[in-house]
């Protein structure tokens, strides 16, 4: 009888082990990385205010003052009575999620959405209009959400496609134009129907609209609600993790996906073939976009946030945090939802350290040494594999010993 060849389904699954231990390796790294610079930032703070401490005490402050916070996210204690920082976490990481599925799918078809944000923004704005001024359910107003991304995300689309502008140009110009394009449509001098004049802020949806709000969603623990009734999370955390094991089925169990990433291994040999690339490149980007414009409904309609016009000069960090999830996550959409909730985890964490001695930009610094790292998790995976591949072949080889003993045995007996 034939033996089942598995080398295949093994190499598949070295592959992806391997990924994952790279992934942590860098996050690994950023931690240490992380706890030193705390480690010198809370001596200098402590010796310029002229406090004397020893090392060790140092040490331990560090600890417990500093990395514990980021380690334990929205888990911490003291920031997190009745459940706030796990729902802080939570509000974080679907958005995350969403645009870091953006930007991977974009790498996956060989483009580069450093457009999230603006798609993000327009997003928002689809939200909290159809919200606020058409009073529609929640479920349209997260579907106009994501309308609004994948029309601002198709636009640098037909651009790489019919006229070869490259899409990261145009992704950044459009970034802008959304952003400056939303404020003024929201404020409108003053008198904007979405804009409160009392608060310099768009209405609360919870007051003007709460039909538009997610549903939220607690849970007992110890035979009491985990979630005080001003810190319930929403859905949307459940509907991100949906959105990315949907895509991840597109990319890697349809035709369609095989297209897209045909035209972004090689253009020219996609179109030889017969696949319209054209085509796949604008449906590449507008479903970026419609994702991206998906994180920016999760988030507003969850009702923690209002758009503040008057002040809102910087794009949405939520948009550009998307490519670090992206290339911690190897662009896989499964990844993505851990490397957001990661993401996510440290940010919440890094707001409770003590920050009389611990700056919250802390955890910036981690999060931007573990996507610096990404760039080598190539070399980190290739070590990985190389370890995993070894071991195999010496069990491989210990095998065919015994098999061939074995036979040697059968030989020895059948001559006797």
Known sequence: MQKKNTAPRLGNAASGISSMLASLVCILVGLIVGFIVLLVLGGITLAQNGETFSFGALLKTTWEQGLKPIVQGGFFAKGNTMGMGVRMEILQAAPLIMTGLSVAFAFKTGLFNIGAAGQYTMGAFFALYSGLVLKMPWYVCLLAATVGGALWGAIPGIFKAFLNVNEVITSIMFNWISLYAVNTMIYQKGAGPMFNLKTTKTFTLKEAA????????????????????????????????????????????????????????????????????????????TIAGALAG??????????????????????????????????????????????????????????????????????????????????????FKTGILKMMTRKRKEEVKADDSETDNSKTDDGKEADA
Do not use: R
């Open 294 to 379: 998906f994180g920016a409904g999760v988030f507003y309609l969850s009702g923690s946030k209002e758009w503040e016009p008057l002040v809102s000069t910087m794009l949405p960090a939520a948009g550009f945090n998307g490519i670090s999830v992206a290339l911690l996550a190897s662009s896989n959409p499964i990844g993505c939802i851990f490397s957001a909730i990661f993401i996510s985890h440290i940010t919440v964490g890094g707001g409770f350290m003590y920050a009389k001695l611990f700056p919250s930009e802390v955890a910036d610094i981690i999060s931007g040494v573990v996507i610096y790292l990404c760039a080598f998790s190539l070399l």
């Open 210 to 285: 709460p039909d538009a709000l997610l549903p939220a969603f607690n849970f007992n623990v110890g035979g009491k609600p985990y979630f005080g009734k001003l810190f319930q999370p929403t859905i949307g955390i459940f509907l991100a993790i949906a959105v990315a094991i949907l895509i991840w089925i597109i990319i890697n169990k349809t035709t369609f996906g095989y297209e897209l990433k045909a035209c972004g291994h090689n253009k020219n040999a996609a179109k030889y073939a017969g696949i319209d690339e054209k085509k796949n490149i604008v449906l590449s980007m």
